[in-house]
Protein backbone atom coordinates (compact mmCIF):
# COMPACT_ATOMS: atom_id res chain seq x y z
CA UNK A 1 0.00 0.00 0.00
CA UNK A 2 2.94 2.65 -0.23
CA UNK A 3 2.00 4.94 -2.35
CA UNK A 4 3.79 8.07 -3.76
CA UNK A 5 2.05 10.16 -6.35
CA UNK A 6 3.78 13.43 -8.12
CA UNK A 7 2.19 16.24 -8.94
CA UNK A 8 3.18 20.31 -9.95
CA UNK A 9 4.57 19.44 -13.59
CA UNK A 10 3.68 21.89 -16.44
CA UNK A 11 5.27 23.97 -19.62
CA UNK A 12 7.35 26.63 -18.35
CA UNK A 13 9.62 28.97 -20.52
CA UNK A 14 13.11 28.62 -20.48
CA UNK A 15 14.71 30.56 -17.93
CA UNK A 16 11.73 29.49 -15.74
CA UNK A 17 11.20 28.09 -12.41
CA UNK A 18 8.88 25.16 -11.25
CA UNK A 19 8.17 23.23 -8.07
CA UNK A 20 7.44 19.87 -8.34
CA UNK A 21 5.85 17.53 -5.28
CA UNK A 22 5.59 14.17 -3.96
CA UNK A 23 2.97 12.94 -1.38
CA UNK A 24 3.63 9.76 0.22
CA UNK A 25 1.50 7.27 2.44
CA UNK A 26 1.33 4.06 3.45
CA UNK A 27 5.13 3.86 5.02
CA UNK A 28 7.19 5.74 7.83
CA UNK A 29 8.21 8.76 5.16
CA UNK A 30 10.40 9.97 7.76
CA UNK A 31 12.67 6.91 7.63
CA UNK A 32 13.16 6.73 4.50
CA UNK A 33 16.15 8.40 2.24
CA UNK A 34 13.89 9.82 -0.98
CA UNK A 35 15.13 10.79 -4.65
CA UNK A 36 14.30 12.19 -7.60
CA UNK A 37 14.69 10.45 -10.74
CA UNK A 38 13.55 11.53 -14.41
CA UNK A 39 13.38 10.63 -17.88
CA UNK A 40 13.46 12.48 -20.61
CA UNK A 41 11.96 11.28 -23.95
CA UNK A 42 14.06 9.10 -26.08
CA UNK A 43 16.46 8.22 -22.93
CA UNK A 44 16.71 6.32 -19.99
CA UNK A 45 16.15 6.58 -16.13
CA UNK A 46 18.69 9.87 -14.92
CA UNK A 47 19.06 10.10 -11.51
CA UNK A 48 18.92 13.80 -10.06
CA UNK A 49 19.12 14.25 -6.88
CA UNK A 50 18.40 12.06 -3.14
CA UNK A 51 18.08 13.72 0.41
CA UNK A 52 18.37 11.56 3.61
CA UNK A 53 16.06 11.22 6.46
CA UNK A 54 16.39 14.64 8.48
CA UNK A 55 16.37 16.92 5.26
CA UNK A 56 19.72 18.55 6.29
CA UNK A 57 22.16 16.35 3.65
CA UNK A 58 21.35 16.27 -0.11
CA UNK A 59 22.83 15.02 -3.41
CA UNK A 60 22.26 16.06 -6.85
CA UNK A 61 23.52 15.50 -10.34
CA UNK A 62 25.86 17.44 -11.86
CA UNK A 63 23.77 18.70 -14.77
CA UNK A 64 21.21 19.96 -11.77
CA UNK A 65 23.62 21.17 -9.29
CA UNK A 66 23.22 24.41 -8.60
CA UNK A 67 19.54 24.91 -10.43
CA UNK A 68 18.13 22.44 -8.42
CA UNK A 69 17.01 21.78 -4.93
CA UNK A 70 15.74 18.91 -3.41
CA UNK A 71 13.88 19.16 0.56
CA UNK A 72 11.48 17.37 2.42
CA UNK A 73 8.15 18.16 5.18
CA UNK A 74 8.35 15.21 7.30
CA UNK A 75 5.53 16.19 9.05
CA UNK A 76 3.43 16.45 6.00
CA UNK A 77 5.02 13.07 4.40
CA UNK A 78 5.59 15.31 1.45
CA UNK A 79 9.10 15.51 -0.96
CA UNK A 80 9.81 18.41 -3.15
CA UNK A 81 12.40 19.83 -6.00
CA UNK A 82 12.20 23.11 -6.91
CA UNK A 83 13.36 23.81 -10.23
CA UNK A 84 15.58 27.35 -11.23
CA UNK A 85 16.59 28.37 -14.02
CA UNK A 86 14.85 25.47 -16.22
CA UNK A 87 16.70 24.32 -19.63
CA UNK A 88 14.72 22.69 -22.21
CA UNK A 89 17.11 19.64 -21.46
CA UNK A 90 15.13 19.15 -17.97
CA UNK A 91 12.26 18.27 -20.20
CA UNK A 92 11.24 14.89 -19.03
CA UNK A 93 8.84 12.81 -16.41
CA UNK A 94 10.06 13.36 -13.19
CA UNK A 95 9.48 10.34 -11.11
CA UNK A 96 10.23 10.55 -7.10
CA UNK A 97 11.31 7.24 -5.37
CA UNK A 98 11.71 5.63 -2.00
CA UNK A 99 15.13 4.82 -1.44
CA UNK A 100 16.75 1.24 0.02
CA UNK A 101 20.41 -0.11 0.34
CA UNK A 102 20.80 -0.69 -3.33
CA UNK A 103 18.45 1.26 -5.11
CA UNK A 104 14.66 2.64 -5.08
CA UNK A 105 11.66 -0.14 -4.50
CA UNK A 106 8.53 2.25 -4.66
CA UNK A 107 7.84 4.59 -7.67
CA UNK A 108 5.65 7.41 -8.71
CA UNK A 109 3.56 7.55 -11.25
CA UNK A 110 5.40 11.01 -12.62
CA UNK A 111 4.59 14.70 -13.46
CA UNK A 112 5.56 15.78 -16.64
CA UNK A 113 7.87 18.66 -17.22
CA UNK A 114 8.37 20.70 -20.13
CA UNK A 115 11.06 23.30 -20.63
CA UNK A 116 10.21 25.19 -24.19
CA UNK A 117 9.31 29.00 -25.33
Known amino acids: QVQLVESGGSLVQPGGSLRVSCAAS????????MSWVRQAPGKGLEWVSA????????YYADSVKGRFTISRDNAKNTLYLQMNSLKPEDTALYYC??????????WGQGTQVTVSS
Open 26 to 33: GFTFSNYY
Open 97 to 106: AREIFWGHDA
Open 51 to 58: IKTGGNIT
